[in-house]
Every structure is written in structure tokens, then in C-alpha cells.
């Protein structure tokens, strides 16, 4: 009897797209961190050359791991692959806001050692209560809601997670369940910029430094929404997926 072959066997290489995608974002971000690294605390401060050579390590890494995972799961648009590429993307871009933008300079700009740990033990502080956070209420979200059920297709021995539609449904139903939680994202997001201020004004050295605090205030919100982001995708295309995968003994591939 000829086998019925399923919509995913006639999609296109997602991981090559989202691949091809994550490397731009994966040059751009880590590296530009390691030149203003090197511009700001090696030569203009002199204060370390760590910064840099660890921004120049995370660019090489952040760009052979999604070439590597194409290699791996080339032509089989699992979802787990198209998950880690697009959490190697993000992590790119949280590097340079999260971790350049906002730790380095609590860590390695010229200021007092106590606003050096209120600001940084505070911002890692800030974002592993997000992280905590966020990961509870996803997981609520995809454990007592109807969003897996309606998302991830069964078609022909294949369990299919049809991107733009997927995440949108995500979006409705994260939505829905939780307006309050969300109304305290905007006051995190709001809170953080403004201490940074205030512990910048009881600082005695605020020349070269005006751009790195800019760059910090910028910082802290952005690689809260990006911490998030990395949760939120871990979740739904890996965790899910891999639990589908176990449980049901079926690929989980992505489409458009």
C-alpha cells in the first residue's frame, strides 16, 4: 500500500531559513559588544581585557552552534532544532543588552563598590525573579490551557506546529489568563531604568561613563523582555516538543 505522505514532507528547510537569520543576529550583537568592550574597558579605562576576549569567545560560539545544529537536524524541520537556533539568537542579543549593556558595567566601570552591588547584585537578582517567574506562568499556560491541544497538529504520524498560527494562539491564550501579571511586567520594566538613575546621581564619576549608563538603562528592561522571550521559546519548542515526542512516539515538526 503507498504511504500517505503528510504536509511536513512538502515544506520547506525552516531551520536553514531560521538558521541563516540567527547568524546575522549572532555577528552583529556579540560582536559589536566585544569592540565597544575592548574601546571602553581596555582602553579607556584600563580596568580589564576580559570583557572583550569573553565577548570574542560568545561570537564564535553563538555562530558555529546554529551552523552545527543545521548539520544535525538538516531536513527534518524538527521543532527542538528550530527552537535552539532561535534561542541561540536571542541569547545574542541578551548578551549584548543583558550582559554587556547592563552586568559589565556594574562589574567592570569605575564606581564605589556599594552602588557596584546594589546595581549588580539587583540586576541579577531582578532577572532570576523573572526568569522564576515567567517560567511559572508559561507553564501554566501550556499545562492547563487549550494550547497545545489546538497547536500542535496530528497529520499522518507526524505532530506538526505551524509557526505564525502557533505563537499567535499562544499569545491569545497567555493573554487571557493573565492580566494582572502583565500589568506588573510594565512596572518591572519601568522600576528598573529609574534606580539605575538614581544610583548613577549618588555617584561621583559620571563623565566617560554617560554612555555606558545609557546603554545599562537601556539595558535592564530589554534583557528582561529578552529572558523572557528565551523562556517563553524553551518551553514551547523544546520542552513540549520533546515531551510530545516521548509520549507519543512522533516527530514534532515545524511549518509555516
Known sequence: MKRVKSMAEFQDDYIFAITKRALLVCVIFPLLSTGLSYAAYESDFSVSGWPWKIGAVTTIVCCLTPVLIWLRYRGTNALRAYGMVMLIGVFAIYYFFGVFGYFYFFIF?????????????????????????????????????????????????????????????????????????????????????????????????????????????????LSLWLAGAFVRLYLVMIKTASCIEKERKVRVVVAG
Open 109 to 221: 566601570a569605575p564606581m564605589s563598590e556599594y552602588l557596584r552591588w546594589v546595581g549588580g547584585g539587583g540586576g541579577a537578582a531582578l532577572t532570576a525573579y523573572w526568569i522564576c517567574i515567567t517560567y511559572r506562568i508559561v507553564s501554566h499556560t501550556i499545562d492547563n490551557t487549550s494550547f497545545v491541544r489546538k497547536t500542535f497538529l496530528d497529520d499522518a504520524g507526524t505532530v506538526i506546529f505551524p509557526l505564525q498560527r502557533g505563537m499567535k494562539a499562544y499569545e491569545k491564550v497567555d493573554k487571557e489568563r493573565r492580566p494582572f501579571p502583565k500589568l506588573f511586567m510594565y512596572v518591572i520594566y519601568g522600576i528598573a531604568p529609574f534606580y539605575l538613575i538614581l544610583n548613577r546621581l549618588l555617584s561621583s564619576n559620571f563623565g566617560t561613563t554617560g554612555v555606558l549608563l545609557f546603554v545599562a538603562i537601556l539595558g535592564m528592561p
